[in-house]
């Protein structure tokens, strides 16, 4: 039986993981190794109890006594903190699904593809923050990324078969987020239950918020450099508002292969957890007749400097993903509290890219991975330092 583990089990991606797995037929079709949560312990525990993994993980060590409780005579073992979530990952497992929110998924990444795991790969911002290392190790153990992001599952799915060689361009397709018709200055006061409000997709709290500022494009953008190893000027955003093409591929013959379905995580779950055969998925079938027609527009930089500073960052290299995607959680943690505006999060985010510009690193080496986690604590700090003078005005 397959062996599988699930970070992040109790979120958005990690729900939906479950659900396919139990379509599948659950304990009788998988063997659960470890799950894992935040600060849910009541759900992570309901998931535990169904699956019945050998391990269930709170990151929150103030946790663990409600887990144990919870769980006691099931057997499971029970365990909290972001040391216990990192060892679940060495637990041999054919197929762990990353699905952690933020940095926090990058480590329990790393150690599930050092023991040759497939990383189902929701976390896009442990490619974001070190994307050589992260493809380096898979390289080194042998083991497999599959992307999980609709868009680089579709752009994956594109290229089966393909030479990357031949590919000219890749086109991904942002939504525009729940703000996206918004007059450009009434942006600055839009509040959280504005951006959360997204016309598509359903999703984490975080990630919703991140596709309103495109922030969440800025990082995808990135995570595509990393991933398919293409140069940034390959690398092309389109505004796409049904959200019904998921990216797109152009090889040098002028073809472009698009990947279209209904905005459905279900789908890209379901097509790395089958890999490389395709099962059948209970996503919406697209009717094309009644769809009509699709649009697209070029997206307007002034709304959204997020896709500039993510240039800055591939053009920089080095830690700047780290810094970036430090910054961008520290900005994102203050709009969430209410203490800094929508648009000010991005000049947070281009301040501490600025404050940590001296300590970036060289260009082209494969940092390690204590330098990556020294960039993220620095940058939280260069963050929360801009964050909080522009709170104040200064
Ligand atoms: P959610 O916020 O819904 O869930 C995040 C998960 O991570 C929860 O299980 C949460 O636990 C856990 N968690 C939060 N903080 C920590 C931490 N410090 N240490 C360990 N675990 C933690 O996020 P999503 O499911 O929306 O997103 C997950 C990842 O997938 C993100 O990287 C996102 O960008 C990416 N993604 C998501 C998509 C979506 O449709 N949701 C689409 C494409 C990519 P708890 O809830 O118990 O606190």
Redesign the pocket.
């Known amino acids: 039986m397959r062996r599988i583990s699930i970070?992040?089990?109790?979120?958005?991606?990690?729900?939906?993981t479950v659900e396919l797995i139990r379509r599948a037929g659950g304990t009788n079709a998988y063997q659960i190794v470890a799950l894992?949560?935040?600060?849910?312990?009541a759900?992570?525990a309901e998931i535990a109890a169904e699956l019945r993994p050998e391990i269930a993980v709170?990151?929150?060590p103030s946790g663990l006594g409600d887990l144990r409780d919870r769980l006691t005579g099931t057997g499971i073992a029970v365990a909290a903190g972001?040391q216990a979530?990192a060892e679940a990952a060495d637990r041999p497992a054919d197929w762990v699904m990353?699905?952690?929110?933020?940095a926090?998924?990058l480590v329990?990444g790393l150690r599930a593809l050092a023991q040759g795991a497939t990383l189902a790969l929701?976390?896009?911002?442990?490619l974001v923050t070190a994307g050589r290392l992260l493809m380096a190790e898979a390289q080194r153990h042998n083991a497999r990324v599959l992307p999980?992001?609709?868009?680089h599952s579709a752009i994956f799915q594109a290229l089966a078969g393909e030479d990357i060689a031949a590919v000219e361009r890749i086109i991904l397709t942002a939504s525009g987020g729940a703000l996206r018709d918004w007059p450009l200055e009434r942006l600055a006061g839009a509040t959280v239950k504005d951006a959360l409000a997204h016309p598509n997709?359903?999703?984490?709290?975080?990630?919703?918020i991140?596709s309103a500022s495109m922030f969440?494009k800025a990082?995808e953008v990135i995570e595509t450099r990393e991933f398919f190893g293409v140069r940034p000027d390959q690398i092309e955003v389109i505004l796409h508002p049904e959200s019904l093409i998921h990216s797109m591929v152009g090889f040098r013959d002028g073809a472009i292969m698009a990947h279209m379905g209904a905005p459905d995580?279900r789908h890209?779950i379901g097509y790395a957890l089958n890999w490389p055969e395709r099962a059948e998925l209970p996503v919406a079938r697209l009717d094309l007749a009644q769809i009509g027609s699709l649009t697209f527009r070029a997206p307007d930089p002034n709304r959204f400097p997020a896709l500039r500073l993510a240039r800055e960052v591939m053009a920089r290299r080095g830690l700047s993903g780290a810094a970036f995607n430090a910054a961008k959680e520290v900005a994102l943690d203050h709009f969430l509290a209410g203490r800094l505006g929508f648009m000010a999060m991005a000049g947070v985010v281009e301040d501490t890219l600025s404050a940590v510009s001296a300590d970036l690193g060289p260009e082209n080496v494969i940092m390690s991975l204590a330098d990556v986690l020294a960039m993220d604590h620095l940058a939280r700090v260069r963050a929360g330092e801009s964050a909080a003078r522009r709170a104040k005005g200064t």
């Open positions: 970070f992040g089990a109790t979120g958005s991606v990690g729900e939906q894992t949560g935040g600060r849910n312990v759900r992570l709170c990151a929150d972001p979530i990353s699905a952690i929110v933020g926090a998924g329990p929701a976390n896009k911002e442990s999980v992001d609709s868009e997709w359903a999703m984490g709290q975080r990630i919703t991140d969440n990082l995580m890209s």
